[in-house]
């Protein structure tokens, strides 16, 4: 299985901070991997896809970066609405795997 | 709009079986592979399974923690994914999402709110 790790496991910050969030994969996973964004009693909601790409009505303050098997996630200046848990996932191999989350709360 | 609002979750005894199903809105759903996610209470999200839209055969793929004892199914005609559910540990525990995979890279870019299965004696 890809196994997939993030770091921080949680991360304080405060309104306007710059944000970033890695995910690494045991196995390369290409450019095949997606960023999710869950609240407390929400869905999960998809942020960007094939590592780079903003899904529509995402903010721009978003954005994905890597390749292979480290990627990151960056909030250029954390929002209120920003505050939340954050998943990696990998669709390269079966099982598709997620990473094990990244909660983001305020300092 | 789409939608994805899954129905069917609740109380049953280990060993027993349940179907949960999802019906699909605002969106072509023949054309589109349909999975599953789960997530037990206060962990992370765990991949369940998926089946392919029929012009890609119509076939799944599980998570090896359900192989064996869930099955995914779709009946396009009525736009319903579902995903039957035997044998069920109290590890199953959890909420269920249905989720629409996105062609072709099979990001989950659309999701349910969710389905309670609790497994307990």
């Known amino acids: 299985d890809n196994q997939m790790t993030q770091s921080p496991s949680t991360l304080s910050a405060s309104v306007g901070d710059r944000v970033t969030i890695t995910c690494r994969a045991s196995?390369?996973?290409?450019?095949?991997l997606a960023w999710y964004q869950q609240k407390p009693g929400k869905a999960p909601k998809l942020l960007i896809y094939?590592?780079?790409n903003l899904e529509s009505g995402v903010p721009s303050r978003f954005s994905g970066s890597g390749s292979g098997t480290e990627f990151t996630l960056t909030i250029s200046s954390l929002q209120p609405d920003d505050f939340a848990t954050y998943y990696c996932?990998?669709?390269?191999?079966?099982?598709?795997?997620f990473g094990p989350g990244t909660k983001v709360d305020f300092k | 709009e789409v939608q994805l609002v899954e129905s069917g979750g609740g109380l049953v005894q280990p060993g027993r079986s349940l179907q949960l199903s999802c019906p699909g809105i605002?969106?072509?759903?023949?054309?589109?592979?349909m999975g599953w996610v789960r997530q037990a209470p206060g962990k992370g999200l765990e991949w369940v399974g998926f089946?392919?839209?029929?012009?890609?055969?119509?076939?799944?793929e599980y998570a090896a923690s359900v192989e064996g004892r869930f099955s995914i199914s779709r009946d396009d005609s009525r736009s319903i994914v579902y995903l039957q559910m035997s044998s069920l540990k109290i590890e199953d525990t959890a909420l269920y999402y249905c989720?629409?995979?996105?062609?072709?890279?099979?990001?989950?870019?659309?999701w349910g709110q969710g389905t309670l299965v609790t497994v307990s004696s």
């Open positions: 989720t629409r995979l996105r062609p072709p890279t099979n990001d989950f870019d659309y």
């Open positions: 605002g969106f072509t759903f023949g054309d589109y592979a």
């Open positions: 089946i392919r839209s029929k012009a890609y055969g119509g076939t799944t």
């Open positions: 196995q390369s996973t290409g450019s095949w």
């Open positions: 094939r590592t780079s």
């Open positions: 996932q990998q669709y390269t191999s079966y099982p598709l795997t």
